[in-house]
């Protein structure tokens, strides 16, 4: 099956500092990747949604001067948190779709962010 | 507001019977419903799609039933083992997919 990678796996950081998180579509082109988060024993949460090429669509609630989402390739999308704060430590996962509308999607690994 | 529900956060089953797991939702009228599996610290890994069309599916001892009248979706693992204790996700959305919170099904020996 098709697969999704993330990188970093797994990272802290100081309050106030950036964090990028990479989402490669490895063996297939991604027309549209998302972005979820997911607190401890929580479902996963949409974010965002992007297409290639084109501004992230946001979901109410998600500040997108502080989750800046890039999705500059069809197989790369990336996430960078601004200023992380303690409350923006959680996991955070992509996935990526091949084509519009109806279909499975391709989840990364995830990515566990913790802020100090 | 839109609803996705799962009935129990957490099911307990012996291993050898059938696990069934239930997902609801209002304000929807999806065109098809997914299944994952989440480990543990991990991305959910797609199991099953079930259209509006289509009243059940399966997939080895997995099967899906949707109901669009009782805007419900059935999960059921048959034989179950202890390897398939995982969380189980329902997901609906078109675009922009949404999901339940989960069960954490647990298959004891």
């Known amino acids: 099956g098709a697969v999704v990678s993330q990188h970093p796996s797994r990272v802290i950081c100081k309050s106030g500092t950036s964090v990028k998180i990479e989402c490669r579509s490895l063996?297939?082109?991604?027309?549209?990747m998302f972005w979820y988060r997911q607190f401890p024993k929580q479902s996963l949460m949409l974010m965002a949604t992007s297409n290639e090429g084109s501004k992230a669509t946001y979901e109410q609630g998600v500040e997108k001067d502080k989750f800046l989402i890039n999705h500059a390739s069809l197989t790369l999308s990336t996430l960078t948190v601004t200023s992380a704060h303690p409350e923006d430590s959680s996991f955070y996962i992509c996935?990526?779709?091949?084509?519009?509308?109806?279909?499975?999607?391709?989840f990364g690994p995830g990515t566990r962010l913790t802020v100090l | 507001s839109q609803k996705i529900e799962q009935n129990s956060e957490a099911l307990n089953i012996q291993e050898g019977k059938t696990a069934t797991l239930t997902c609801n939702y209002t304000?929807?009228?999806?065109?098809?419903l997914q299944w994952y599996r989440q480990d543990p610290g991990r991305g959910p890994v797609f199991l099953l799609l079930i259209r509006e069309n289509e009243k059940e599916k399966r997939k080895e001892r997995l099967k899906v039933t949707f109901d669009t009248t009782l805007k419900q979706s059935l999960f059921h693992i048959t034989a179950s083992q202890p390897a398939d204790s995982a969380t189980y996700l329902c997901a609906l959305g078109d675009n922009d997919m949404r999901f339940g919170a989960g069960t954490r099904l647990t298959v004891k020996p």
């Open positions: 063996d297939f082109q991604a027309t549209t």
């Open positions: 304000n929807y009228s999806p065109a098809y």
């Open positions: 996935s990526a779709r091949t084509s519009g509308g109806a279909g499975e999607q391709f």
